[in-house]
């Protein structure tokens, strides 16, 4: 009997942890869904410029290496060793700075629903640089989901350009590129400290480059208040408390189960656009974002040996 009570208590902890681990990764999601709009909140629009993309991305890289500090004083943290040092470099390289100045710097020239379309990819070339970077033998079916999802995003660029790809898209694919090594990297370095102490020294130990970045891009003109809610949006959660839920939200519920609630976040960047922006949808994007969405999702069932 008491074998049956242990099993039971046991299940019951097991499904009350992959709960909570689904409800804190979507949770992440959806700060991460908002990083985009805000971003484009917090740079403005190449009419009406506000906050640098530089700063913007720099600062936040900035204020969240500050909390970092405060985090390690208040709970502690060994020093990276070995080969986490490059590993460091490789996912600061991704996260910290090519994501960011990227993406910030594209969404001044297209609007928040036509970024969020283009990097609906990120977890299928998230997928396909951890194949290649762990030397896996992903299946066909694979390859032929990243090359729909490649495909599809290059056609709905054309079609948003008139015909051509814009600058700002080559932008939006290589921020998808960086951010994708990035969490590889990161992931890799998980398995030897938590995941919130990665984040937290991928951001310290970026800063000796991102404050003088951040001080020399610093604005010198008034800029609306809503530049600044952007900013300081995209430096407390997406750069810092998002990646705490999602981080524990995947150890919690499962990096396998809980990283599918990533291909919502598309859809949930498009939707905040709207009010947040005063964008609009049409029924092309949604179309172009639903297909992403079916591949990304189809993608990630493929096996990968």
Do not use: N
């Amino acid at each position: 009997m008491s074998g049956l009570s242990a099993s039971t208590t046991i299940s019951t902890t097991s499904q009350s942890d992959s709960a909570r681990g689904l409800l804190r990764g979507l949770a992440g999601v959806v700060m991460f869904a908002l990083s985009i709009p805000m971003t484009r909140l917090a740079g403005g629009s190449a009419a009406v410029p506000q906050l640098d993309p530089v700063f913007v991305a720099m600062g936040r890289a900035v204020v969240a290496g500050v909390l970092s500090i405060v985090y390690f004083a208040a709970t502690g943290a060994r020093r990276p060793r070995g080969g986490e040092w490059r590993l460091l470099a490789l996912t600061a390289a991704g996260v910290a700075f090519g994501w960011p100045l990227l993406s910030g710097l594209a969404v001044r020239h297209v609007d928040a629903v036509h970024a969020a379309v283009v990097s609906g990819v990120l977890p299928l070339a998230t997928a396909v640089i951890a194949a290649l970077a762990l030397r896996q033998r992903p299946s066909m079916g694979f390859w032929a989901c990243a090359l729909a999802g490649l495909a599809l995003v290059i056609a709905f660029a054309a079609w948003r350009g008139a015909g051509g790809l814009e600058m700002a898209d080559g932008l939006l694919l290589g921020a998808v590129v960086s951010a994708s090594a990035g969490y590889v990297s990161g992931a890799r370095l998980s398995q030897g400290m938590t995941a919130e102490q990665v984040i937290c020294w991928v951001l310290v130990l970026s800063l000796p480059l991102t404050v003088p970045l951040a001080v020399i891009t610093r604005p010198t003109a008034s800029v609306a208040p809503s530049a600044w809610l952007g900013f300081t949006y995209v430096s407390l959660f997406s750069m810092w408390i998002g990646f705490f839920a999602w981080y524990r939200g995947l150890a919690l519920g499962g990096t396998l189960r809980v990283s599918q609630v990533q291909v919502l976040q598309p859809f949930l960047s498009m939707l905040f656009a709207v009010p947040l922006l005063g964008e609009r949808l049409d029924a092309m994007t949604v179309a172009f974002a639903a297909a992403v969405l079916a591949v990304v999702w189809w993608g990630k069932r493929q096996p990968v040996h």
